[in-house]
């Protein structure tokens, strides 16, 4: 009963999606408030609906109930009850419908704190939201349904993929998801503004929060998804600039622009055009990465769910809301009121340049991961596009990119001072080009851009730093009024803090890691030993140890430093019986934001095992600047002023209280 | 007939939350934002910045300003206030609700669902008794409709396989032979009447199942069961040169993938002397008086449980040489080089092992 | 500054960047992007030494040899052609005889392909797209390669809970 019940809710998610496309728009064209209320009930009803068919179909993933197609294909009795749980997405049906609850989600969070938010606006956004669901469920339901039974089921399931039973994946998909399909909220406010025809400056306020939300939780789930490459693949790179990985990379670069460029119209009602434009992009880049996932059509090591006629129906899907949007773009925009222009040298401005790095940038990663299949589509060559590529193009925008961002937050608005700012940023300079010396002296090898690609991270690091510190005017006057300018900075400037500081700290580690990784591969037999970047590791032995669905080879290593012994690593090998694969389990140490890092290979006729040992120095902060960055939005989030406009309870809206 | 209600009680929730917001009204359209609201609290933010000194005076007041102005055109510009509800749509509106959407969601779901099928959770299902009963009950209905139509061919020809798994087998007997009568001759029936005359007679291949076999042969002189049989015949009758040259005449016409392939071979090897795998004194003694389909049936099951046991504790080296030589001598070379692989994995830990193990596999002619 | 001349000052400086990334592109995709061959393809093109490439096809069953210091070498075919493949490092766990592969490299001296890396994938029934593709080109798809029967595996799947049920 549960499983058809499931079934059922969502297809009456899907009636109300359709009644919640048509009869808000209905309701803002006769002006009609209940028409256009029904917008919110119908949005919070369809999260409820699809929400209950996802915990449906946990449910029998959890009771193992084999008579499900989706349960008897991904799931197996003796697997632990996470693994159970976590399969439900670890499939393509499962994740469809996690994908489009989330988008489910998003509606019903505008629909209940979407308050300040202007009648009209509301319906169109919902209205909009609506539409993409509906041709979601359509595609769930039609071509990728996790509620088709079996007649006759087995008495037990295929199991899921072993690379998959992961703790990492367990939150890696959810979050990224939560990124992807949150950006569908500023498309359909871009949408709605195009439909109004009305586009101002309080449109930017609006849209900034849900944009700012979207954007955390994409920062987060690619951050989490390198961690997990990183060390569940066992060669431990942490980006491969994997078709996959591009289409995350994508939507960030172009939401990140976005954050930026509603700023600007928020603050002086100018680049309006161009931020609905980058609203639709964003969300565009984010089907698009849904698409390269769900349809296989790229060949990638993600590509675990594969097949074609999906791929068309994800496709049509594709084209009708990017060629809709875009032609809604081409039609209407020259209808929008043009915003003022600005000087160059502003913080507009300097927002300006930043979008502009950041969505050609965009653009390179565009043309390297769809490049290939254009090509093989036209001529029929079959050709790689790989990390040198991307080092190549990617990598020298970044650097002007990274150059400015300190100065742009010191710009004043309208009328800035370049000189002013730089004399500011002197002290920044100098401790950047500190690291530069420091980091000269102090290493003997590696590439000799590396330490000033460190003196750059470190510039924007203290740039961010210098920023704040200017603004509370310390040193400058009494520290108490120092200490009551803190205080009263808005929290959207610690905001910027983090968020600067967290590029520069990824690319610190990025920088190390990538310079002055040591790396060894040996076959070892039981008491060797190898000596890998001034640790000492000893191979004490091999144990076999049965777990729930696999069996594992345990190997333990004891670590010693300068003669200390600091601890022992255990990397192992599993064999998974149901699927006759096996996984690498590589073990991970800590010293600092330093890590090592063992993995195991084959093991030869002789008892001797290879093995890789790596010593990846400061690779943490790869992750930490990220997870900086989060903070950093989550701060701004928090800003009291991005909630304004909410109209309290029992006062009239107008009341405000400046002490609050 | 709680599904029914359940999905009647969903759907309702569905129209209701459609039908809420138009009973109403327009009661609900205060709760909503202006621009209005967005500048004014942008002017207020200005002023606090100014105040602590954030940003400067003439700063403040250009901007002020430039709030002002918006605020100005965004009051000109603001909505006209609602109109006063026109009942039409929202009847409309509220008919589809009550009716459109019901209609709609079950014209999805028949198609797509399975609303007679029950879950069957794994815990519930591992309780039921193993699906004896449903099965006794078919066979019985299925006798019960042949009784009044003995000439159904087709009835007997289904229900003979079934009684010989359920091991009525003088009944399986006359069902093969009514399904020849009634249905037609055919070198397959022939072999599986043969077959169950045999295993009615505890294995040995009788006359009466020899003269069977010889039909079927002729009737299709490829007919692999039949011919294995023939083989075990001749073995039985002492000849066990004849067994080996029909078995191997066998294996030179088939292809390589005839799923009987490994146990012909084993059965080939064994008359010609190869050793058998090792099995408990006993169980070599009670396989002497089986059917050959239930003695690789049997060494089947020993070899998997001789698996089994070794993947929960890996360090029988003997017991690997054993399942590797048995994996071998039943043909299956992919499954010996698998268990090989294993053994090594499970033994790697400890170097004495490992030395026993590659001599062993050695002494079996596998690479060290 | 005009509004003229500001709307020019940025639009030059927008072109600037653009003209700066499309130079970067082109460059970068004349220079660091890989062909895909396989042993057939290679045979019939006489691909120079030296020349990076990635060679994908299946690992000819019984041509794995190990050697010392981690030293690999196989075979690539395609049905038509082999291909001699030397590699020194640790093989992925999904690496296979009889299963299809991706190694990328050039070719040395005498004709044998030095990879630097085997790629392999996340599923086992996963056989590389270009592989798939190349070897349905030369009419030696079996699609067994891509699908079991859904017979055998339920099959295995119950004699895999079958032996862990005697325990």
């Known amino acids: 009963m549960i499983a058809e019940a499931g079934h059922y809710a969502l297809v009456l998610a899907l009636a109300l999606a359709l009644i919640q496309s048509t009869v808000p728009l209905l309701g803002a064209r006769l002006n009609d408030a209940a028409l256009m209320n029904v917008s919110r009930s119908s949005a919070l009803a369809q999260f409820l609906f699809v929400g209950a068919s996802f915990v449906a179909l946990t449910w029998l993933h959890v009771t193992s109930d084999f008579s499900v197609l989706n349960v008897y294909e991904n799931s197996h009795s003796m697997k632990p009850l996470l693994y159970k749980i976590t399969g439900v997405w670890g499939n393509h049906e499962g994740s469809m419908l996690l994908w489009v609850s989330i988008l489910a989600l998003f509606g019903a969070l505008v629909a209940a704190f979407g308050n300040n938010l202007p009648l009209s606006l509301r319906a169109h956004v919902l209205a909009v939201q609506a539409w993409i669901a509906s041709a979601f469920y359509l595609f769930i339901l039609i071509t990728s349904n996790p509620f088709v039974r079996i007649a006759n089921p087995p008495i037990e399931g295929r199991d899921l993929n072993p690379v998959l039973q992961d703790i990492g994946l367990a939150v890696h998909p959810p979050m990224l998801y939560l990124g992807y399909v949150g950006f569908s909220i500023s498309f359909s406010f871009a949408a709605a503004a195009l439909l109004e025809g009305r586009l101002d400056a309080a449109w930017a306020r609006w849209v900034r929060p849900w944009t700012l939300m979207a954007w955390i939780f994409l920062t987060l789930g690619i951050a989490m998804g390198s961690y997990w490459a990183y060390y569940e693949l066992g060669w431990g790179g942490w980006w491969f600039w994997d078709p996959v990985e591009n289409a995350s990379l994508m939507p960030w670069l172009a939401g990140t622009a976005l954050l930026h460029s509603a700023l600007v119209m928020e603050k002086r009602n100018a680049l309006k055009v161009w931020t609905i434009l980058l609203s639709i992009l964003t969300f565009s880049l984010s089907l698009l990465g849904t698409f390269l996932v769900r349809s296989g059509v790229l060949t990638s090591v993600h590509a675990f769910a594969t097949d074609p006629s999906r791929g068309v129906f994800i496709l049509a899907i594709l084209c009708v809301f990017i060629g809709g949007s875009l032609s809604l773009f081409a039609w209407r925009a020259s209808a929008l009121k043009q915003g003022g222009l600005f000087a160059p040298i502003s913080r507009e401005g300097s927002l300006v340049l930043n979008n502009l790095f950041l969505t050609t940038a965009c653009a390179t990663v565009f043309v390297g991961t769809l490049y290939p299949l254009a090509l093989e589509v036209l001529t029929g060559d079959k050709i790689s596009v790989g990390a040198p590529f991307f080092n190549l193009t990617f990598g020298p925008l970044m650097v002007p990119l990274l150059i400015a961002v300190p100065f742009g937050p010191l710009l004043a608005w309208k009328r800035g001072d370049l000189i002013a700012a730089s004399q500011r940023l002197i002290a920044a300079g100098v401790v950047a080009l500190l690291a530069v010396a420091v980091v000269w002296a102090w290493t003997t090898r590696g590439a000799a851009l590396a330490p000033l690609a460190i003196g750059l991270a470190v510039f924007v690091i203290a740039g961010a730093l210098v920023d704040v510190a200017e603004r509370i005017a310390l040193f400058r006057t009494a520290p108490a009024i120092s200490l009551r300018r803190a205080a009263g900075l808005p929290r959207s400037a610690w905001g910027t803090l983090f968020a600067h500081a967290g590029l520069g700290v990824a690319l610190i580690g990025i920088v190390c890691e990538t310079t002055w990784n040591s790396e060894h591969i040996a076959a070892m037999k039981p008491g060797d030993s190898a000596k890998v970047a001034g640790y000492e590791f000893k191979f004490d032995g091999a144990t076999q140890r049965q777990g729930p669905n696999y069996r594992e080879l345990l190997t333990k290593f004891s670590v010693s430093a300068d003669g200390r012994a600091i601890g022992a690593m255990t990397p192992s090998k599993r064999t998974f019986t149901t699927r006759g694969s096996s996984t690498t389990e590589a073990a991970l140490m800590s010293r600092g934001v330093s890590q090592l890092y063992i993995s195991l290979g084959d093991i030869a006729a002789d008892g001797a095992v290879t093995v890789r040992i790596y010593h990846k120095p400061f690779v943490l902060l790869i992750w930490f600047g990220p997870v900086l960055m989060a903070l950093g939005g989550l701060l701004s989030l928090s800003d009291r002023r991005l909630r304004v406009g909410a109209p309290k309870p029992a006062r009239a809206p107008r009341a405000l209280q400046p002490a609050e | ?368 | 500054m005009t509004r003229k001349q500001r709307r020019l000052v940025m639009i030059g400086g927008a072109g600037v960047v653009l003209a700066v990334a499309v130079g970067l592109v082109l460059n970068a995709l004349r220079d660091s992007i890989v062909f895909f061959s396989t042993p057939k393809m290679v045979a019939e093109q006489h691909v120079a030494a030296g020349k990076r490439f990635r060679l994908g096809g299946v690992v000819e069953p019984g041509s794995v040899k190990r050697g010392d210091q981690l030293q690999v070498s196989f075979k690539v075919t395609d049905g038509d052609a082999t291909l001699p493949v030397a590699f020194k490092g640790i093989l992925p766990d999904l690496f296979r005889e009889g299963q299809g592969v991706v190694a990328e490299g050039s070719l040395d001296k005498a004709g044998v392909f030095e990879a630097d890396t085997v790629l392999a994938k996340h599923d086992e029934k996963y056989m590389p797209k270009e592989v798939a593709d190349a070897l349905k080109k030369q009419g030696h798809w079996k699609d067994d390669y891509e699908k079991k029967p859904p017979n055998a595996t339920s099959a295995n799947a119950t004699s895999a809970s079958a032996a862990e049920a005697t325990k």
């Open chain 2, 1 to 368: 007939m709680t599904l029914w209600f359940v999905f009647a009680m969903m759907t309702a929730a569905a129209a209701f939350a459609v039908l809420w917001p138009l009973g109403r009204g327009s009661r609900a359209a205060l709760a909503q934002g202006t621009e209005a609201t967005v500048y004014k609290d942008q002017l207020a933010e200005v002023d606090r910045d100014a105040e602590l000194g954030l940003i400067g005076p003439a700063e403040a007041s250009a901007a002020r300003v430039e709030i002002s102005r918006r605020l100005l055109a965004s009051d000109e510009a603001e909505r006209a206030a609602p109109v006063a509800a026109r009942r039409g749509p929202r009847r409309a509106v509220a008919l589809f609700a009550l009716i459109g959407l019901p209609v709609l969601a079950l014209a999805i779901y028949l198609p797509l669902g399975s609303p007679l099928q029950d879950d069957q959770p794994l815990t519930a299902r591992k309780q039921e008794p193993p699906q004896s009963q449903p099965l006794d009950a078919l066979i019985a209905q299925v006798e019960a409709h042949l009784e009044k139509n003995p000439t159904d061919g087709r009835g007997w020809a289904v229900l003979a396989p079934v009684l010989a798994k359920t091991g009525r087998l003088p009944d399986a007997v006359r069902a093969y032979r009514n399904a020849i009568t009634y249905a037609g001759d055919s070198a397959e029936r022939r072999a599986d009447l043969g077959e169950v005359i045999a295993a009615a007679a505890g294995g040995v291949i009788t006359d009466e199942a020899k003269s069977e076999f010889e039909r079927a042969v002729k009737l299709n002189p490829n007919e692999a069961k039949a011919n294995y049989f023939l083989g075990l015949a001749a073995e039985q009758d002492g000849r066990p040169k004849d067994a080996a040259a029909t078995w191997r005449g066998m294996l030179e016409k088939a292809g390589q993938d005839a799923p009987w392939r490994p146990m012909v071979q084993a059965q080939l090897a064994r008359v010609e002397g190869a050793k058998m795998p090792d099995l408990p004194e006993g169980a070599a003694a009670a396989a002497q008086n089986m059917s050959p389909a239930e003695r690789s049936a049997m060494i089947q099951g020993m070899v998997d449980k001789l698996a089994a046991k070794l993947k929960q504790n890996g360090d029988d080296v003997d017991g690997w040489l054993r399942l590797v030589r048995a994996y071998m001598v039943m043909g299956d070379a992919e499954k010996a080089k698998g268990a090989q692989a294993e053994a090594r994995q499970a033994v790697s830990g400890n170097a004495e092992r490992l030395k026993q193990l590659n001599d062993g596999l050695k002494n079996l002619g596998l690479d060290g």
